[in-house]
C-alpha cells in the first residue's frame, strides 16, 4: 500500500477546467471519497490519477514516485468501474487472472492467486460462470475481485455501487468498507452520493464545478461546512439556507427577513457576522436542529407547514421561510397538517452562518 | 394413472381454446393484416410464382424460343445433365473462389479500415468519405471504369508498369483465362470493402470504453486490448458482415457480366452470370431453371444461417 498525493492538479478540456488546481493528500491505508455533483470533476480526478487520461498541469504522487507521465499499468494500481467492466466473453476465473497474465505471471502463481481472491470474496463456486450468468452483486464482487489479485498499491473505485439496487447497495457498501478494515487498503472512492461518502470514507473531498471545497472527516465536514455547497450537499435532508440581512435593533445583533420577522444572534453569532464584509446573511441550520412549536413560542417565528412526510422513524416537516425551503424533523406522534401555522426555533449553538457573497461559513475571529 | 389421464385429458381441453384464442387474436389484429395484404399478393405474384414456375420448368425439356407450350417433361434430367457437366464444375469452382476471395479480403481490408478511422486524427472525416466512394458508384459505371484501367493497349496499369520497365508489354488482365477471375475479383473488393468498413466502423462504436480502460489499467497494450476486448465484442457484428457478403458475392453479376461476359472461355464465369447466359443467351429455359434452383437452395441454406446468427445474437440480448 502507499500514499497519494495530488499537487495543483489541473485539467481542462479547450477553454473548460474540468479539474481546478486540487490539491490533497491520502494517507498510506486510508479510505477517501471523492464526492460532488454530475460534472464537478471527481470521475475525472480518478482517471487522471489512474492515468487513463493526461494531466495538463500539477503533479501526482504514488508512493514516493511521480507517476504524471506513466502508464496506467505501470502505476501499481487497481480500478473498480462503474459497469463492473467485466470482460463478458470470460469466466470469472479469468476474468480475475486476466491482469495477471497481463503481467506475465506463471501460470500456478496466477492460479494460486485467484482461487485466494475468490475466497476471500466468498465466490470460489462462482469461478466457471461467465459474467452475463452473475447477478449485479456477484459482478462487482467479481470486478473487486480483479482489482484484489493485482496487490495494487491503491485501489481506485469509480461509483461501483451505483448499478445496484438500493438493498444490495447497502450491503456492498459494508461489504467494501470491511474489505478496506481488511486488507488496509488505500482506497479513493468517487461517488455522487454523500450519504456512501459519510459512512464509508475516512475523509471525504468535496468537490464542485472543478474545485475541492472541503477535504475533512465526514464528522468535521457535517458538523464544519466550508461554505454553502457543501453545507447544502453533505446531509440528507439537506441543510435549510435561509437568505437574510443583519441589522441592529435594542442594542443587539439581529438577522432580519424580507418577510418582517427577525431572529436575534447571541454573541458569538453577532461576532461572526459583523466580521463579514458584507450585510446579506445566509442562515443554515440542519433539520434535527430546528425545533417546531405547535403554537408562538418566545424567540420562535412563525411559519406555515407545506408538505409532511412520515418516514416512521421520523416525520420531516418543510415550510418557507424568506422564500427557502426549510426542513425540519419531528417525532411522529407530533401531528402536523399541510398549511398549518406553526413556529420554529433555531438553536443558537448549532445554527451556521454564511457570508450571503461568498457564500463562505463565517467564523468567529 | 389417474394423474396421467387426468393431464392428458386437460390437453385435450386445452387445444380448441387454444385454437379459438388463435383465431380471437388474429381477429383483433385484423387491420394490421389488412396493411399487409396488398404487399404479400404483390409477393406472391413478383415472388412465390416465378419461384413456382422455375422449378416446374427446371423438370422440362424446353424449345428454344418463348413457345414453352411445347416442353417435355424429362424429370432429372435437367439436373443430372449439369451436375456430371464440365463447365458446371469449372462455373462452381470459380464462384466459390470469387466469393471466398472477395468476401474475405473486402472483409479484412474493411475492418483494417475501420480500425483506422476509428482513431481520432485530422482529415479522418475526409478520409472516411472518400473511402465509401466506391461502395456508392454505380456498379455499372465501376465496370467500365475499370475494363479501361485493365485494357492491355490503353489501360493505366498496364502503362505504368511499362514506364517502370517491369514489364515489355503491358499484361492482359482480363483476357487471359489466369488472370481474369482474380482482376474481377479485385474489382469486386475495391467495391465492396467500404460496406464492411462502415458495418465495423458501427461494431466498434459499441464497444463499451470502460472495457477499455479496464483492460488497460489491467496492463493490456494495444493489440492484447484488441485481441482480448475489441475482436471478441465484434464478432457478432463480423458474422453478420460475412454472411451479407458472401450472398452479395454470390449474386454477383454486373461486374463479370460487364467487364468479360464469362470469357475468356468460361474462366470468368460465376454461377449467376453463367445461369444469365444460359437463359437469356442460349434460350435453354429448362437447364437454366434447374441452376436456378440449385442456387436458390443453396442460398436458402446460407440464408437460415444468417437468420440463425441474427436471431442468436437477440437471445444473447434477452438473456443479459
Known sequence: MAHVVLKDLIKTYGSFKAVNNVSLTVNDGEFVALVGPSGCGKTTTLNLIAGLIPITSGDIFIGDRVVNGLDPKDRDIAMVFQNYALYPQKSVYMNLAFPLQMRKLPRDEIDKKVREAAKVLDMTQLLERKPRELSGGQQQRVALGRALVRDPAVFLMDEPLSNLDAKLRVQMRSEIKRFHQDLKATIVYVTHDQLEAVTMADRMAVMNGGFLQQYDSPAQVFAHPANMFVASFVGSPAMSLIPLEVSTANGGTVLTSAEGWSLPLSQLNARKVLGATTRKIVLGARHSTIKLHKSAAPGAIPAKAYTVEPTGDVTFVQAFLSGAIVNISVSPNIAVTPDEHIWLEFDQERIHLFDGETEMALQAD | ?320
Request: aromatic letters at 14%; hydrophobic letters at 50%; a positive charge.
Open chain 2, 1 to 320: 394413472m389417474t394423474i396421467v389421464t387426468g393431464k392428458t385429458g386437460a390437453r385435450q381441453e386445452l387445444r380448441p381454446a387454444r385454437w379459438s384464442l388463435l383465431l380471437q387474436k388474429i381477429w383483433e389484429h385484423r387491420a394490421d393484416y389488412a396493411y399487409v395484404l396488398p404487399a404479400i399478393v404483390v409477393m406472391l405474384i413478383v415472388i412465390a410464382y416465378p419461384i413456382y414456375y422455375t422449378v416446374e420448368l427446371s423438370f422440362f425439356n424446353t424449345p428454344p424460343g418463348l413457345q414453352l407450350r411445347d416442353k417435355i417433361f424429362i424429370g432429372f434430367d435437367n439436373y443430372t445433365a449439369i451436375l456430371t457437366s464440365q463447365v458446371f464444375w469449372k462455373v462452381t469452382w470459380n464462384t466459390l473462389v470469387w466469393t471466398l476471395a472477395s468476401t474475405f479480403i473486402s472483409f479484412a481490408l474493411g475492418f483494417a479500415a475501420a480500425l483506422a478511422l476509428h482513431r481520432d486524427f485530422v482529415g479522418r472525416g475526409v478520409l472516411r468519405a472518400i473511402l465509401i466512394i466506391p461502395w456508392v458508384i454505380s456498379a455499372v459505371a465501376a465496370s467500365y471504369i475499370w475494363k479501361w484501367i485493365y485494357h492491355s493497349d490503353f489501360g493505366i496499369i498496364g502503362a505504368v508498369l511499362v514506364g517502370l520497365g517491369l514489364t515489355d508489354r503491358p499484361p492482359n488482365f482480363i483476357d487471359s483465362v489466369s488472370t481474369v477471375l482474380p482482376s474481377l475479383i479485385v474489382v469486386n473488393i475495391w467495391r465492396e470493402f467500404p460496406f464492411a468498413m462502415i458495418m465495423m466502423m458501427a461494431g466498434l462504436q459499441t464497444v463499451p470504453d470502460q472495457l477499455l480502460r479496464a483492460a488497460k489499467v489491467d496492463g493490456a497494450n494495444a493489440w492484447q486490448r484488441f485481441w482480448h476486448v475489441t475482436f471478441p465484442h465484434l464478432r457478432d457484428v463480423s458474422t453478420v458482415t460475412i454472411l451479407l457478403l458472401a450472398v452479395a458475392n454470390f449474386n454477383s453479376f454486373i461486374i463479370p457480366w460487364i467487364m468479360t461476359g464469362g470469357g475468356p472461355s468460361n474462366a470468368s464465369h460465376i454461377w449467376i452470370t453463367h445461369i444469365y447466359e444460359l437463359a437469356f443467351g442460349r434460350q435453354r429455359w429448362g437447364v437454366a431453371s434447374a441452376y436456378s434452383v440449385l442456387l436458390f437452395l443453396f442460398m436458402m441454406t446460407l440464408g437460415y444461417f444468417y437468420v440463425r446468427a441474427l436471431s442468436g445474437n437477440e437471445r444473447k440480448e434477452a438473456n443479459s
